[in-house]
T-cell receptor
């Protein structure tokens, strides 16, 4: 029931792009994305609701394919400040919500 | 700004002790959560509360209990601490009373608990 995130870890140089994927085996109502910097609390990035919408937050955007029960987080022109662990959270039937295991993203100069 | 405050950043307790972790939020949120964070396992829900005195078990409630006597305060209790409860504990809160139970959650800084 816990969504699967891929990759588990990625290292980027500043300015490069990255994609983080989140996949569930259940039908989803929504997907949530959070970022947790080292030693800090997770911070909400965005919610994507059923309907396949794409949302954006600065240079970070995400899509939600409800038919495939997948979401992808897109980080473009990465900055050092993007480093951290990214978690997706999926809401499915029966008020079930699970966080994924996280993707560690490191941006180097 | 929403603030979720956990009483301690670091705690060291002995096996068998009763441990209380406190969480306070200042935004009048209906929902409050306790998560446990372990490397490679992500965030796992221990307990959820959607109102004062109301609670639901999460995925890993064994060995834990909770108390919510006031809307702003949610306590996690380890009845008899064990070494396998050494972990980072995160409290979160969010608005409720909407068609969707899960909305933007605000997290506390976490309590790193070590049980020796």
């Amino acid at each position: 029931q816990q969504p699967v995130q891929s990759p588990q870890a990625v290292i980027l140089r500043e300015g490069e792009d990255a994609v983080i994927n989140c996949s569930s085996s259940k039908a989803l109502y929504s997907v949530h994305w959070y970022r947790q910097k080292h030693g800090e609390a997770p911070v909400f990035l965005m919610i994507l609701l059923k309907g396949g919408e794409q949302k954006g937050h600065e240079k970070i955007s995400a899509s939600f394919n409800e038919k495939k029960q997948q979401s992808s987080l897109y980080l473009t022109a990465s900055q050092l400040s993007y480093s951290g662990t990214y978690f997706c959270g999926t809401e499915s039937t029966g008020n079930q919500f699970y966080f994924g295991t996280g993707t560690s993203l490191t941006v180097i100069p | 700004d929403v603030k979720v405050t956990q009483s301690s950043r670091y705690l060291v307790k002995r096996t068998g002790e009763k441990v209380f972790l406190e969480c306070v939020q200042d935004m009048d949120h209906e929902n409050m959560f306790w998560y446990r964070q372990d490397p490679g396992l992500g965030l796992r829900l221990i307990y959820f509360s959607y109102d004062v005195k109301m609670k639901e078990k999460g995925d890993i409630p064994e060995g834990y209990s909770v108390s919510r006597e006031k809307k702003e305060r949610f306590s996690l209790i380890l009845e008899s601490a064990s070494t396998n409860q050494t972990s980072m504990y995160l409290c979160a809160s969010s608005f409720g009373g909407t068609p969707r139970r899960y909305t933007e959650a605000f997290f506390g800084q976490g309590t790193r608990l070590t049980v020796v």
